[in-house]
């Protein structure tokens, strides 16, 4: 039977509440361990989240403002059978348009969902490859996925993507149930109730122990040393520069992106720092053509062009290995199509921004000791903290 395309889809915040969200109710009063099989057992997540704006929280004697709950997509969980949601993907996986950000959306959802990844795995690669597997069909069955070899490139994106997803929502339980003063058992008995409580209480047992307040410090300095944000909200880099392309009829790199995802509304640059590194990309691309890439360096597809000796590499500093800056969630250095010797491509980048060692040795050890319960990881509700990556 050929599936049919979905029409519209309203992410709502006030959408019904489902008749399995009855079960998890019960998590507080009786721990219970995870379902052999996932995503039989998932339920939305829970409507707690959707009282109202005005009805404040009290935490031990604190109390604390409510605030808009996170999206449920009720409308994409209870898609027919035969209806899927056509979704445009450049070469890297990314998803792009309005659809795009419907499935980042609910990529988000799946991540939060109860019994669906355990709260308590120390590591996203300590999850096992069945509950990732669960969580990729729940996508297949409500999204047009491309065929192989793209549709193996949007598979390992998205199961990035739920990772990074899935750390931001263990980071989010921290930042509003933990706190230094609070014992542990009262935190555990002030459980949400739509998790599992059993996995719940190990990873506040986690939040107090010794290797989690080191991971916790180590984050904070991490974080404390990023002094720019963008300002592309919760937009990903990917669907942003999409956008960018469309209306330039020009593919977009990621120097045009940087300038444009770090302006102001009126145009200004967020700051003096910023305003700099614009000018010298600038000065860059007009004065020195070897270093701009050539057009075949580019894809008209949605991806954001880049190359280890761009405008961009030449201002902010070569990369580090794992990861593109500036590009969103995917790129790996390894990607780049004319890359044949990664490390000495990028020792080979002029840094014109270089990093004490001193910072370049806390940033790894941070990098090292990052994880999922760390309250104070950065830009977790950035565009591509949200949907894919940072900046």
């Given at each position: 039977m ?11 915040s ?8 009855e ?15 996932p995503?039989?057992?998932?339920t ?21 403002r ?8 009720t409308d ?9 949601i056509?979704?445009q993907?450049?070469?890297n ?13 609910f990529?988000?959802?799946v ?12 590591d ?8 990732k ?5 729940l996508m297949?069955?409500?999204?047009t ?8 490139i ?14 931001n ?6 930042l ?17 109730t ?5 996995q719940?209480c ?13 991971r916790?410090?180590?984050g904070?300095?991490n ?34 992106l940087?300038?444009?995802?770090h ?26 053509s ?16 880049w190359?280890?000796?761009d ?20 790129p ?7 890359n ?6 990028y ?20 990098r090292?000791t ?16 949200a949907e894919?990556?940072?900046?």
């Amino acid at each position: 039977m050929t599936r049919k395309r979905f029409r519209t889809i309203s992410s709502s915040s006030q959408p019904p509440v489902p008749p399995s969200q009855e079960a998890t109710a019960s998590q507080e009063a009786t721990p219970s361990q995870p379902p052999a099989h996932p995503s039989e057992q998932a339920t939305m997540p829970s409507s707690d989240n959707d009282q109202s704006l005005n009805d404040n929280e009290i935490i031990g004697h604190t109390e604390v403002r409510k605030v808009r709950g996170g999206t449920r997509m009720t409308d994409v969980w209870n898609l027919k059978e035969d209806e899927l949601i056509p979704v445009q993907f450049n070469g890297n996986g990314q998803p792009l348009g309005d659809e795009g950000g419907i499935f980042n959306k609910f990529t988000g959802c799946v991540a939060r969902v109860a019994n669906q990844i355990p709260l308590d795995a120390a590591d996203w690669r300590k999850v096992p490859m069945s509950i990732k597997e669960d969580c990729w069909s729940l996508m297949t069955k409500r999204f047009t996925i491309p065929e192989p070899p793209l549709g193996d490139i949007v598979k390992s994106w998205f199961l990035k993507d739920l990772g990074e997803k899935w750390r931001n929502y263990k980071c989010s339980l921290k930042l509003k149930y933990f706190d230094e003063a609070f014992t542990p058992q009262y935190v555990k008995n002030n459980a949400p109730t739509d998790v599992n409580l059993e996995q719940f209480c190990k990873l506040v047992d986690f939040w107090y122990s010794d290797a989690g307040r080191h991971r916790s410090h180590a984050g904070k300095q991490n974080r404390s040393l990023q002094t720019t944000v963008h300002t592309a909200g919760s937009k990903s880099f990917a669907r942003y520069a999409h956008e960018l392309e469309k209306e330039k009829q020009v593919p977009i790199n990621r120097a045009d992106l940087y300038k444009t995802v770090h302006m102001r509304s009126d145009g200004s640059p967020i700051n003096p720092d910023v305003a700099e590194k614009i000018r010298r990309m600038e000065e860059i691309g007009l004065n020195d053509s070897g270093s701009s890439q050539t057009s075949d360096e580019f894809r008209v597809d949605g991806s954001i062009g880049w190359s280890p000796s761009d405008r961009y590499a030449q201002v902010i500093g070569p990369e580090r290995h794992g990861r593109i800056r500036g590009v969103g969630l995917g790129p790996t250095p390894s990607s780049h199509p004319t890359n044949t010797n990664e490390q000495r491509q990028y020792q080979d980048v002029p840094n014109n921004n270089q990093v004490s060692p001193a910072i370049h040795r806390s940033s790894h050890a941070s990098r090292k000791t990052s994880v999922a319960d760390n309250a104070d990881d950065a830009e977790s509700g950035g565009a591509d903290g949200a949907e894919g990556g940072q900046d």
